[in-house]
């Protein structure tokens, strides 16, 4: 149990479909972020959130939009994405973006795009 | 922008000490960080030091941090196959968001 679940853990989709990852965290956390994971590359920051507030987009294309409706929860909308896109996407939460080093991980998501 | 480096791979016989090394380029490095990933899993802290101390000790693991070179490392001792993971090293700038990793260190156990 980490205590940052993600769903789904595996989704296939294809470069037309629309689909969301969810992030869930039960550590009363005020920060949370979406990181990209791809093999031989480091791992890649997304998104910050903190206490609700988006704090950085780190030149994301515009195919990944996320949404953080509350401090417990981040969403990831995909809609358009390219085989490149293809990856682990990892949900992490910290008690705020100050003391951001301490990130709790989700499992993650699978991500294949065909 | 900032890097971090560091080596993809590490074998070592189980029973053996591993050690993992990381440079980095930020100087206004203010926190160093060690996470372990295990298949199919997230990533989890191990072990932070803070960038005045040049050595933290946490049980098995020994983390050694040179600020002049940039270097730091992390020393599993008695390596157990249960350590068989990636070993990622980060660091996080004054006042940034986030932290900035490197590629991850596999290390494998040999029996």
């Known amino acids: 149990e980490t205590g940052v679940t993600q769903t789904p853990r595996h989704l296939v989709m294809g470069m037309t479909n629309k689909k969301s990852l969810k992030c869930e965290q039960h550590l009363g956390h005020n920060a949370m972020y979406w990181y990209k994971q791809s093999a031989k590359k480091p791992l890649e920051l997304m998104f910050v959130y903190n206490f609700k507030e988006q704090t950085e987009n780190n030149s994301v294309p515009s195919r990944f939009s996320p949404e953080c409706p509350n401090s417990s929860h981040l969403f990831l909308h995909l809609h358009t994405l390219q085989p490149e896109d293809s990856a682990l996407y990892l949900c992490?939460?910290?008690?705020?973006?100050?003391?951001?080093?301490?990130?709790?991980f989700g499992n993650g998501t699978r991500l294949t795009v065909t | 922008g900032e890097d971090v480096e560091q080596s993809l791979f590490l074998s070592v016989r189980e029973g053996d000490s591993s050690v993992i090394n990381c440079t980095y380029t930020?100087?206004?490095?203010?926190?160093l960080y060690w996470y372990k990933q295990e298949p199919g899993a997230g990533l989890q802290l191990l072990t932070y030091?803070?960038?005045?101390?040049d050595m933290k000790q946490d049980q098995r693991l020994t983390v050694l941090l040179n600020k002049k070179d940039k270097h730091l490392s992390l020393r599993i001792a008695d390596t157990q196959t249960g350590d068989s993971a990636i070993y990622f090293c980060?660091?996080?700038?004054?006042?940034?968001?986030?932290?900035?990793f490197g590629k991850g260190t596999h290390l494998i156990i040999q029996p």
């Open positions: 980060a660091e996080k700038g004054g006042g940034a968001d986030g932290l900035t």
């Open positions: 992490a939460s910290s008690q705020d973006r100050l003391t951001g080093g301490t990130l709790h």
């Open positions: 030091i803070f960038s005045n101390m």
């Open positions: 930020d100087s206004s490095s203010t926190y």
